[in-house]
């Protein structure tokens, strides 16, 4: 049974940091481009940032470039995403997201709550 299981999320005030992780398990990580979205209330889902199986090249939405980085470590089958200077406008639900180098099967964790005061 494939699971993703996010932790790191929290209260933080605007200007801070948080390190979010994703723990995967049941597959076979390196085959996987892992990625992390983010849903805010009222709002669609959106691309945050993604790295691929193995070369490790990076993806970043516009909005975070600059002040996300997002690593993975094979060997310990997780995602990271280092988030710094936060911004209100970063407040929302962030999940994991896992897709197999050929498009299927594609995974979601159940997400970690990000919360940015001013």
């Known amino acids: 049974q494939v699971q993703l299981v996010e932790s790191g999320g929290g209260l933080v005030q605007a200007g801070g940091s948080l390190r979010l992780s994703c723990a995967a398990s049941?597959?076979?990580?390196?085959?996987?481009?892992m990625s992390w979205y983010r849903q805010a209330p009222g709002k669609e889902r959106e691309l945050v940032a993604s790295?691929?199986?193995?070369?490790?090249?990076?993806n970043y939405a516009d909005s975070v470039k600059g002040r996300f980085t997002v690593s993975r470590d094979n060997a310990k089958k997780s995602v990271y995403l280092q988030m710094n200077s936060l911004k209100t406008e970063d407040t929302a639900v962030y999940l994991c997201?896992?897709?197999?180098?050929?498009?299927?099967?594609?995974?979601w964790g159940q997400g970690t709550q990000v919360t940015v005061s001013s």
């Open positions: 049941g597959l076979t990580f390196s085959n996987y481009a």
């Open positions: 790295i691929s199986s193995r070369s490790g090249d990076t």
């Open positions: 997201n896992a897709v197999h180098v050929d498009r299927r099967p594609e995974y």
